[in-house]
DNA sequence: TTGTATGCGTTATCAG
DNA sequence: CTGATAACGCATACAA
């Protein structure tokens, strides 16, 4: 059992309150005595038990963070990025992987909620209605990361997706490309990255490219997905490009034209999306859109803790900036 | 602010004491009144304040995770192990990233103590003295991840390192290579990693070859280092194979090679270690010693579990078993 | 400047 | 079977 408030009042020879002041630095304590209170807790070797702090003063400084999968590619940055700054306020994280099961996310918001945290950094695709009406219940302190609500009305921070895929695309068009496919998420699809395609489309129709479905593939953004989607695209057509809305995807199609004997770039340009780790070890090393991942989930911690201070924040969706990467996946 | 105890109390026309019984499911209750008190909770919403009821019960249930950086490539899934079953028992994880800094992790320790969690999965390298002094002081249930404590007195889950760098050499030696390079941490510090020099002497030796510091490249675990050790290696003597303490130094060094004109696997054979995720995408398919990353995790938490819960361990210090997955690097 | 007392939301002990 | 009530460890309003 480790040393209590009480242990070192009784030590110091004061009232457990003297020791909450000199512990919170609150008040005006007499030096003489703090000091005292310092060599008791010293020689206790006591640290304050931050549960019981938390039912009292209501705040727990711990901030929950809802992810799809920390083994997937991308969200470990995100979550670096978020734990820097929150180390920063001293808070800490409790992980949450939801695997993008709507009734997951739920369990995890209510005992989140359970345990008291001061805020949640929430990444999800889908906002369905019965967790916006959660959300809105719980009355939680929370940004989104990598999505938008409908209405805008939760703070968020993201990219410009569809800019991002469209500067993708134009690159690609700059380039001489004139067929270029699309290995991605479905159109239809409610999340981020269905708008890449909607930024590839933009980018074709504005150049005067006719848009084709024979040269689309909509599936997963895993690597799988690409080379099964360069096979099936390969099938139909040749192609001068390639779009792909993950990096992933980008070395599946690789793989999958390098299997057909194809050279990437001489023969076929393809392009990526997000400039994961190994996008850059790749060979070749994959020309890429990167996304600020680590940044993403800075702001968003930094944009939480303001909020759960009350502090007025500026803008309340954050558009971060993408950067196109030339490596040498494409000429 | 939310339902209390009390309040669904007062709107069922119970005691506390009655809803507290319902709630835990202890002793027994008139059917009836159990029904009015689980009418109440309904109407209201409530939900126990977990954090009122830790401090009474003096159990948490979140469990500390401290890793070196998320961000990293083999962290994630130890990770994702350790929270899916950490999930089965109704626990949460509380993450903290100590990038290897023996301050920070001390830090989280005592942060992790006041916060009450339940027990702690640790991954470091080293234990320094003032570390252990701690973790002893701390009284808190642990079990280390890919370590060990010297006296192997904490609870561990590894994997025999030594033994699988042993087998990765042995293999790139049946395959009848002599000139065998090595590229890794240095066989003096003082971690898991280290052993894998030991291993791949070992194997040399056994197989009458003979050890020659030329071919050995002391470093990071990081493409980089890879990519620098290559280069450094053949600035000397040319080699048959490589052991890479890392798939990152796989990587790197296959890119080294590669700007040197040499084909891997034709002209070298190069192995790697731990088996991440773009092992198996990139070019060529890195053949390497795997890893049980999730399996770590999983059952370090189960461990850690039983341990929380005064069960019996049957085994303190788990070894789990590696396997070499052969793919195309090697001939 | 310091101490007493109350309550944060629970669980658990003890009577009834 | 149920209701008071005392902790759990701390912060804080109010007295002194």
């Known amino acids: 059992m480790p040393a209590s408030i009480k242990d070192v009042a009784k030590e110091a020879g004061v009232s457990i309150a003297t020791v909450s002041r000199v512990l919170n630095d609150v008040d005006v304590v007499n030096e003489e005595t703090k000091k005292k209170v310092l060599e008791a807790i010293d020689k206790l070797g006591y640290r304050p038990n931050i549960v019981a702090r938390s039912l009292k003063t209501q705040r727990t400084k711990t901030i929950g963070i809802i992810i799809p999968d920390i083994s997937s590619q991308i969200y470990p940055e995100i979550v670096r990025g978020a734990e820097d700054v929150a180390n920063i306020y001293d808070y800490n994280l409790m992980l949450c992987n939801s695997d993008l099961d709507p009734e997951k996310e739920m369990e995890y918001l209510r005992v989140l909620r359970e345990k008291m945290v001061d805020g949640v950094l929430y990444m999800s695709t889908s906002l369905e209605p019965s967790i916006l009406e959660l959300i809105n219940k719980l009355q939680i302190p929370m940004v989104l990361i990598e999505t938008t609500s409908k209405e805008g009305n939760i703070p968020s921070v993201t990219i410009d997706n569809e800019k991002a895929a469209f500067d993708a695309a134009e690159y690609l068009i700059k380039k001489g490309n004139k067929k270029i496919g699309y290995i991605g998420t479905h159109e239809d699809a409610v999340n981020a990255s269905a708008l890449r395609y909607t930024g590839y ?39 001068d490009a390639v779009f792909c809305a993950s990096d992933e995807i980008a070395m599946g199609a690789i793989n999958a034209l390098r299997d057909k004997g194809m050279k990437v770039p001489e023969e076929v340009d393809v392009i990526g999306f997000n400039n994961i780790y190994s996008a850059a070890i790749f060979y070749p090393k994959i020309t890429t859109i990167a996304e600020p991942m680590y940044d993403m989930g800075s702001v968003g911690m930094r944009m939480l803790i303001k909020i759960i201070n009350k502090q007025e924040v500026e803008l309340k969706n954050y558009v971060l900036k993408h950067e196109l990467i030339e490596r040498n996946s494409c000429k």
Chains 1, 2 share one sequence.
Not at 205 to 229: H, I, P, R, T
């Open 201 to 239: 489309k933009k980018a074709l129709l504005e150049n005067n490219l006719k848009v084709d479905d024979k040269f689309a593939y909509f599936g997963g953004l895993k690597s799988q997905d690409g080379y099964e989607g360069m096979l099936s695209i390969l099938e139909k057509d040749t192609v």
